[in-house]
């Protein structure tokens, strides 16, 4: 068979990058050919017999919306003089101009700009407005390109229902979770003092992108001040961030200790008991698969995709991001009960043992093979019509 992925990057270190990586090593595996339109491909990858890459550089290109839609042009370009010597079409939202057979969709663009916290509505400025535009730009053109996909993948069951409400019928959405390197992402003990962490005291973990309000981590600190004794670890780049005045505001700064930008976040996860992440919007995160799979408790909230993955048994799920009340209870119960945290983590990791990078891949890659043949069966004119019709073979996630 003769597959081709459309995508910006693939590699590891990068969420999608990362998603179509493990699907082009299982793809590769099952001795299928594989062709990537992208700008940016792992080593491995270039260098294997079976794969054709097909470079698409952009990286030249002042901003993102332009490099985006240099992009969209140059992979349709390739698709439309190529497209009748593959069999199947794997895209994200609305990477090219022409149409997929499968589109996984990350992020919906429509519901992120509805969000509270979208870019525009707390940055009155010409950067502002660029975010609502890029954004507005892309709901267009993704309600238009999932309309196309033979299939549709939701990363999450919150995504799945934002497609829904933008007119993708469910019947023709697949829900498959992203997977988590659970070789990586391992409890186990490592030294605090090797990112000058206090030893013997509780200590939370929350990781991602401080700089801005979406995250939440102005909830967390001021439920940290309802909390004592509780130390938090903050991993995420400070530069431009609001959160170390505001910590210094409440009289946190003993507490609270800011890492910076991190690669090693496997090994400080192994030093953390519990991980608190109650974003106020999220499509669908790898740090949620990455902490459960370190064997830590994990409050959440259900406006972060994935939250359907944290049972009762390991962990919480805030029905409001912002209830710092609710917060402040859920941070309570586990800190005083070192017993229910060694339970509530081994749970996690059970969790997290039925989302592996190869449970995942080999979820899509199945999706593939069945589609590519009912379409073949579909072009033999005796089949009756019932035997036309795609039938997918999974129902809800990857660990099915």
Same mark, same amino acid.
């Given at each position: ?38 700008? #940016? *491909?792992?080593? #491995? ?12 550089? /952009?990286?030249? &290109?002042?901003? #993102? &919306? ?22 199947? *079409?794997? +895209?994200?939202?609305? %990477? ?5 057979? +499968?589109?996984?969709?990350?992020? /919906? ?6 969000? @509270? ?28 390109? &999932? ?7 939701? +990363? ?7 497609? /829904?409400?933008?007119?993708? @019928? ?35 973990? &929350? ?12 909830? $967390? ?34 507490? +609270? ?11 400080? !996860?192994? /030093? ?9 919007? #999220? ?33 919480? *799920? ?5 209830? %710092?009340?609710?917060? $402040? ?30 449970? !995942?891949?080999?979820?899509? *890659? ?35």
């Amino acid at each position: 068979m003769k597959l081709c992925i459309v995508t910006h990057t693939v590699k590891k270190g990068d969420g999608q990058g990362r998603v179509n990586y493990e699907v082009a090593k299982e793809i590769i595996r099952r001795g299928h050919h594989l062709t990537l339109l992208a700008s #940016e *491909v792992a080593p #491995e990858l270039k260098e294997n017999s079976q794969v054709n890459w097909i470079e698409i550089p /952009v990286q030249k &290109f002042p901003t #993102e &919306f332009i490099r985006n839609f240099v992009f969209a042009k140059k992979s349709a370009d390739w698709l439309q003089k190529n497209r009748a010597d593959i069999d199947l *079409v794997k +895209v994200n939202g609305a %990477i090219t101009n022409t149409s997929a057979d +499968v589109n996984a969709v990350h992020f /919906v663009h429509s519901s992120w700009l509805r969000s @509270p916290v979208h870019i525009s509505r707390t940055r009155r400025d010409a950067y502002g407005f660029y975010q609502w535009l890029y954004t507005a730009l892309n709901a267009h053109w993704e309600k238009q390109a &999932f309309q196309k996909a033979k299939v549709v993948i939701a +990363v999450s069951e919150k995504v799945a229902q934002e497609l /829904v409400n933008i007119g993708v @019928p469910r019947s023709r959405i697949q829900v498959i979770v992203n997977g988590v390197d659970l070789e990586e992402f391992t409890p186990g003990v490592d030294d605090r003092q090797t990112w000058g962490l206090p030893e013997n005291v509780p200590l939370a973990l &929350f990781a991602g992108d401080i700089r801005t309000a979406r995250k939440n981590l102005d909830t $967390v600190l001021y439920a940290l001040a309802k909390v004592p004794d509780l130390h938090l670890a903050v991993v995420g780049n400070t530069e431009g961030s609001p959160f170390p005045q505001l910590t210094a505001s409440l009289g946190l700064s003993e507490r +609270v200790h800011f890492l910076g930008y991190r690669r090693d976040i496997a090994a400080i !996860m192994r /030093v953390a008991d519990l991980f608190v992440f109650p974003s106020r919007y #999220e499509a669908c995160t790898l740090v949620l698969l990455e902490a459960l799979a370190s064997g830590l408790p994990v409050i959440t909230a259900t406006a972060t995709g994935g939250a359907e993955l944290v049972t009762p048994e390991c962990g919480v *799920v805030l029905s409001d991001s912002d209830d %710092i009340d609710a917060l $402040v209870a859920a941070l309570l119960s586990l800190v005083d009960d070192d017993t229910l945290l060694q339970q509530m983590g081994k749970a996690a990791r059970s969790v997290a043992e039925q989302h592996s990078w190869t449970t !995942m891949a080999q979820t899509y *890659v199945d999706l593939f093979e069945e589609l590519i043949k009912n379409e073949e069966h579909c072009s033999h004119p005796h089949l009756s019509p019932s035997s036309r019709s795609i039938s997918l073979p999974f129902s809800t996630t990857g660990a099915n």
